[in-house]
């Protein structure tokens, strides 16, 4: 039973297409995370969902934009992709918000290269 | 913005040797925990260790933390060949949870 998944794995793209990638959790979490992750490995994070609603929103470029359609749900759309945007895209999910043990749970990543 | 440093940026070592890294942070914390990344692969989480603990241990894994000197170590015991990955500090504060940038761990059979 896979926990977090997202879809594609991998996404190749030229420069100035627009493309999204989905992230389901089947774990009943409240919270569910956007990152990126560059060539160095630093692990950045870019959104942060509880119910649906944003509580983080780090500075990303507007052309990122996330949506909720539910609590399950937390996809990433991106506009007029960008060379600096090849990286490798993690989403995550963490129980109700405030929780004591507020361990995230991430899905296997989406590469991202943009040509 | 980046929260957690840890160090070294790279470790190798033998199999059976102990392994340690280290985090350093800036700001409050809720708790700190330890993920582990193996090579294209998401994090897996290993342990939390609460603001008011000091250590913590988990099979060959402990973890302290000082939160006067704002810091923490992961001390992998025994180490393995399949303990070769990348581990990463994350401070929690507020449901706010910041990685450092993590520790290529090698350990060499």
């Known amino acids: 039973d896979t926990a977090v998944s997202q879809t594609p794995k991998y996404l190749v793209t030229q420069m100035g297409n627009d493309k999204s990638i989905k992230c389901e959790q089947n774990l009943g979490h409240d919270t569910m995370y956007w990152y990126k992750q560059d060539s160095k490995k630093f692990l950045k994070i870019m959104f942060s969902?509880?119910?649906?609603?944003?509580?983080i929103n780090e500075t990303v470029p507007n052309r990122f934009s996330p949506k909720s359609p539910d609590k399950a749900h937390l996809n990433l759309h991106i506009n007029s992709l960008e060379l600096g945007d090849s990286a490798v895209y993690f989403c995550?999910?963490?129980?109700?918000?405030?929780?004591?043990?507020?361990?995230?749970?991430f899905g296997p990543g989406t590469r991202l290269t943009v040509l | 913005s980046q929260q957690g440093e840890e160090d070294p940026q790279a470790l190798s070592i033998q199999e059976g040797e102990n392994a340690t890294m280290n985090c350093s942070y800036k700001?409050?914390?809720?708790?700190l925990q330890w993920y582990r990344q193996n090579s294209g692969r998401g994090l897996v989480h290993l342990i939390l260790i609460r603001s008011n603990e000091r250590e913590k241990h988990s099979g060959r894994l402990r973890v302290t933390l000082d939160t006067s000197k704002k810091s923490s170590s992961l001390l992998i015991t025994a180490s393995r060949a399949a303990d070769t990955a990348s581990y990463f500090c994350a401070t929690d504060f507020n449901n706010d949870m910041r990685f450092g940038a993590g520790t290529r761990l090698t350990v060499k059979p």
């Open positions: 969902y509880n119910n649906k609603e944003l509580i």
């Open positions: 995550a999910s963490s129980q109700v918000k405030g929780g004591p043990n507020n361990e995230q749970f």
């Open positions: 700001t409050s914390i809720n708790n």
